[in-house]
């Protein structure tokens, strides 16, 4: 008689926080942890990323969950995708790689696969990646108490954008993540002309003043007064607004835009990205906390294809209504950016 468990398929799954770095490190990190032909599933709280693809992922090998989380209200569809998906000859695939949403628990979406009656004996859950920002704002080494729950159920942390801190401050973390969780395999993401991921060997635990890893809870701060990664609906107060951007919107003056608008929202935004399409391709603008990143670009992949763009905001206390009016004045051309 065969053994179901060994035909269950690998997967790895993604997690970290809004704009950490996971889709930038995808389809380099499944061809690091063994897997020559992954299938990706990418979810996202807000609309669909219509060129995520554009980084590299063919698009039949990619399935978009876009419009909430697979830890809380998006888990039937993701159980739908996946069974699907199993259903699939062993070799049009060799694992399944989900991207969860940045605000996903990890420890949900780990407890709906292993209760679930079916795909818990169809896939095996082979790495728990966690993908930890180095560029986020928070001093070297405190750790927050949603990253030190993350750390220690990963397989893998990668340390993402440590071409954008110090050397010292890398190795602080590191050594910082190695104390949390010994046995967790390090790599490290950074941006040299392309983006770039590699192993990294643990460094030594004993430079790090263990004391000083944990940051205390900051009530005032609305991450850190969020009930906790174990708590499924921790993010069901989180605003995620989703506009249109009609083909030709000026990049430039949507980046000014959103320059003001953080500024201006000061703590309340956690992430922004934007797809803008115009007669040269479409370029993509991301916003993570109060930074923003050059944008990237590239051309349309198919003659004749010429889509509206999209703007997603995500963050606390948002006002839709005003705005969604500042931003349509923007795109008539009726505002100048800054107004
Ligand atoms: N400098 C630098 N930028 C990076 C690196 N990794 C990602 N970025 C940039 O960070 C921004 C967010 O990256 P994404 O890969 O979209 O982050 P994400 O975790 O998939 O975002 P969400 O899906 O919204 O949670 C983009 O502008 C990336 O180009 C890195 O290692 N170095």
């Not at 000083?212 to 708590?231: F, H, L, R």
Request: with cysteine; aromatic share 4%.
């Amino acid at each position: 008689m065969t053994d179901s468990r060994s035909l269950s398929r690998p997967l790895i799954i993604l997690t970290g926080d809004l704009g950490s770095g996971k889709t930038s490190g995808l389809p380099l990190l499944a061809k690091l942890l063994g897997s020559q032909r992954p299938h990706f599933i990418v979810n996202e709280v807000g609309a669909a990323n219509k060129f995520v693809g554009a980084f590299g992922v063919p698009s039949a090998r990619l399935s978009l969950l876009p419009g909430g989380c697979i830890c809380c209200e998006k888990q039937s569809e993701l159980g739908d995708l996946l069974a699907v998906l199993v259903e699939h000859p062993q070799s049009e695939f060799d694992a399944i790689v989900l991207e969860s949403s940045g605000l996903a628990d990890p420890a949900a979406i780990l407890r709906f696969i292993s209760l679930h009656p079916k795909l818990n004996h169809q896939l095996k859950v082979s790495s728990l990646v966690y993908f930890l920002d180095a560029a986020s704002g928070r001093p070297p080494i405190p750790l927050r108490h949603q990253d030190l729950t993350s750390l220690a159920v990963a397989d893998v942390c990668v340390l993402a954008k440590t071409d954008m801190i110090e050397t010292i401050d890398r190795d602080a973390i590191l050594a910082a993540v190695a104390n949390v969780n010994a046995t967790v395999a390090l790599f490290e993401q950074r941006r040299e002309t392309d983006i770039v991921l590699a192993r990294v060997q643990g460094p030594r635990v004993d430079q790090v003043d263990t004391s000083k890893i944990v940051a205390k809870p900051d009530p005032s701060s609305p991450a850190d007064n969020q009930t906790g990664p174990s708590e499924t609906a921790n993010h069901a107060h989180v605003d995620v607004l989703n506009f249109d951007l009609p083909f030709g919107t000026s990049w430039l003056a949507l980046s000014t835009w959103l320059i003001a608008l953080l500024h201006q929202q000061d703590t309340g935004i956690l992430r922004v990205k934007a797809a803008i399409t115009n007669s040269g391709g479409w370029v993509s603008l991301n916003g993570v906390g109060h930074t923003v990143f050059p944008p990237d670009n590239a051309e349309f992949t198919h003659e004749g294809n010429r889509p509206d763009g999209t703007l997603v905001i995500i963050g606390f206390g948002l006002s839709e209504q005003k705005i969604s009016r500042s931003l349509r004045l923007l795109v008539s051309g009726k505002i100048s950016p800054t107004s």
